[in-house]
């Protein structure tokens, strides 16, 4: 800037200082956004991509378990008469969910309500205390 106010030994003046300030800092907070965006971009793709192979290992191990399902009733079938053997199976596997709907359950309680309690919290508390400092200042 060699058209504005130099002081002494040719410094800038602070409002210039203060302006370039202003300027860098607008700046600096645009590209700050732009490198946000680009970042959750590149997440997101890769989350759709993690998501749609989650898709199809589920439907793969959705496969094996009906293959593993033949293989236990076949299995048992040799001890014991095949329908007998197919409701040993389901009772099995119905067991197993009961489980794994009371455990579940119990997580999903756990997490509501599903807000950010805490976080709130803390910035109740940091509302206050901004208006308390403002009060002080002004008295």
Request: aromatic share 4%; no cysteine; proline share 2%.
């Amino acid at each position: 800037m060699a058209d504005g106010y130099r002081g002494r030994n040719g410094e800038r003046s602070i409002s210039e200082l203060v302006k370039d300030l202003s300027n860098h800092s607008s700046e600096l907070a645009r590209k700050e956004v732009e490198l946000a965006k680009a970042e959750m971009a590149v997440k997101a793709k890769r989350l759709g991509i993690g998501g749609g192979a989650f898709g199809v290992a589920g439907v793969i191990g959705l496969f094996a378990l009906g293959a593993l399902t033949a293989t236990l009733i076949l299995a048992l079938a040799t001890a014991v008469p095949a329908w007998l053997a197919a409701l040993i199976v389901t009772a099995a596997y119905g067991a197993v969910a009961g489980v794994a709907a009371l455990l579940g359950k119990r997580k999903v309680d756990e997490g509501t309500p599903a807000v950010p309690e805490r976080a709130i919290d803390t910035t109740k508390e940091d509302v206050e205390y901004i208006k308390r400092s403002a009060k002080e200042a002004r008295t």
